[in-house]
Structures are given as C-alpha cells and as structure tokens.
C-alpha cells in the first residue's frame, strides 16, 4: 500500500506544528514526527483505524494521535489518502 498526503492535510499538519511551535519547537517538532510515524501502521492495518462517526463511510478512517485525529480514506488496495490531521475537540466540518 502506498501512502500519500492531500496538500490539505499537510497544511493541516503545518499549521498544528506552527501552533504549537508557538510556545514549544520541541514539542510541535515531536507531535508532527510522531504523527508521520503512522504511516506504516496505516499502510499495514488500514482496516483497524475507526470509522470516522460523523460520516459512517467504511473507507473513510481514522487514527487518534494524542489529541488529534489523523484522518484518511482508502482509496483501493494500493492508495491511501490522508485526507487531514485535526485536534479532537474541533467540530471535524469546521477544520
């Protein structure tokens, strides 16, 4: 399976790193490796993400990272779109 980033997500993920860079480089630095470091998990078990409530779409997937929430949809047994990363208290139609 391979993995690829929506630029959305990944300015999603830019955007949480330079929040949080705000009052720690360190930390946002760690959380934005720590949440890369799904990629083989997701890659490997695409299945064992849940099914994101809001949208009850079996392909449409999801892992929480700390307090976010990586989310991606599975696209066919080869592609794997990570569609965005949002902190778990935000309204997911508003991020």
Known sequence: MKLVWTDEAVKA???IHDYI???????ASALVERVLSYEDQIC???????IVPEYADGLLREVFIGNYRLIYHIVNNELIEVITVVHAARNLENA
């Open 44 to 50: 490997s078990f695409p299945l064992a993400g849940r």
């Open 21 to 27: 860079g705000r009052d720690s480089q360190s930390f």
């Open 13 to 15: 993920l830019k955007d």
